[in-house]
T-cell receptor, first 114, second 114 residues
Framework: AQSVAQPEDQVNVAEGNPLTVKCTYS??????LFWYVQYPNRGLQFLLK??????LVKGSYGFEAEFNKSQTSFHLKKPSALVSDSALYFC????????????FGDGTTLTVKP | DTAVSQTPKYLVTQMGNDKSIKCEQN?????MYWYKQDSKKFLKIMFS???????INETVPNRFSPKSPDKAHLNLHINSLELGDSAVYFC?????????????FGQGTRLTVV
């Protein structure tokens, strides 16, 4: 069975500081990893994905994530947080089994304070 | 132009009623999904269709029945609504049902059963 863990329900950072939203996964086989963001009363929006190749992936709005196979992690990062980054962030994984179903983490609420 | 659109956006109904939520995507995608997001914001896949064919059917009560008249539409019909069905339902689509494709989400339908 595949699973995704986002160990922090909430992350608080000050504007201008770097931010990290953590994600670890458990799968059999090679994972395909995704980050999505959900603003209040909106659907999820795709931020970035890791498929293969370079472990550091760059995405929308200045976000990046690093795939670490040995630690089975895919943490989301941004060098300098903005108040407008405040939202709910979901990590998701797919593998070549289980009909390729996406499994989402429970989400992490990021609050960036001015 | 809205890529994935759902109607209605809000739905308040009494227990025991039957209701439908419609979803349309104009992205030319082959695969469509229904997700349920509960009050704690946890997101779970319900169904997945690829070119009108059901490929994922999670453990969802029989009262929920998806219908895909063509690959641009995936509607969700719910019979005999129960209080526990209250949630936000998201429709999504992806370019094809391969592991490296991200999903595009609609804005959600907030269903409240009273």
């Amino acid at each position: 069975a595949q699973s995704v863990a986002q160990p922090e329900d909430q992350v608080n950072v000050a504007e201008g500081n770097p931010l990290t939203v953590k994600c670890t996964y458990s799968v059999s086989g090679n994972p395909y990893l995704f980050w999505y963001v959900q603003y209040p009363n909106r659907g999820l929006q795709f931020l970035l994905k890791y498929i293969t190749g370079d472990n550091l992936v760059k995405g929308s709005y200045g976000f990046e994530a690093e795939f670490n196979k040995s630690q089975t992690s895919f943490h989301l990062k941004k060098p300098s947080a903005l108040v407008s980054d405040s939202a709910l962030y979901f990590c998701a994984v797919r593998v070549n089994t289980n009909a390729g179903k996406s499994t989402f983490g429970d989400g992490t609420t990021l609050t960036v304070k001015p | 132009d809205t890529a994935v659109s759902q109607t209605p956006k809000y739905l308040v109904t009494q227990m025991g009623n039957d209701k439908s939520i419609k979803c349309e995507q104009n992205l030319g995608h082959d695969t469509m999904y229904w997700y349920k997001q509960d009050s704690k914001k946890f997101l779970k896949i319900m169904f997945s269709y690829n070119n009108k064919e059901l490929i994922i059917n999670e453990t969802v009560p029989n009262r929920f029945s998806p219908k895909s008249p063509d690959k641009a539409h995936l509607n969700l019909h719910i019979n005999s609504l129960e209080l526990g069905d209250s949630a936000v339902y998201f429709c999504a689509s992806s370019r094809r049902d391969t592991l490296n494709t991200e999903a595009f989400f609609g804005q959600g339908t907030r269903l409240t059963v009273v």
